[in-house]
């Protein structure tokens, strides 16, 4: 039987290996930070034509479950939500600001 030696790496060359590898897991860890910072849950990122902030007095339904929101966009003639939308994203490249309806 032949008994094999362990193989002895330079110092220097085991610091670059291990350089190496540090690097190269930052960068994948870098890499699915951004991928998971740029994902947009699936929110619209899309420019609304109008931004509505309704202010008229309404009454309140007591009957009614569902809570209408006072601001809301405009996309296509339709109202959307604003809950639809990746709203940071809007703010930073839209050019749109909240329409005070009173």
Excluded: H
């Amino acid at each position: 039987m032949v008994k094999l030696k362990p193989m002895k790496i330079p110092k220097i060359q085991r610091n670059l290996i291990i350089g190496i590898v540090f690097i190269l897991f930052f960068i994948s860890g870098t890499a699915l930070w951004l991928a998971a910072k740029n994902r947009n849950s699936g929110k619209l990122r899309i420019c609304p034509d109008s931004w509505i902030d309704n202010q008229m007095p309404t009454i309140k339904n007591l009957d009614y479950k569902q809570t209408i929101s006072n601001q809301y966009f405009i996309l296509n003639e339709k109202r959307r939500e604003l809950s639809e939308f990746d709203l940071d994203w809007v703010k930073k490249n839209c050019n749109v600001e909240p329409q005070i309806v009173d």
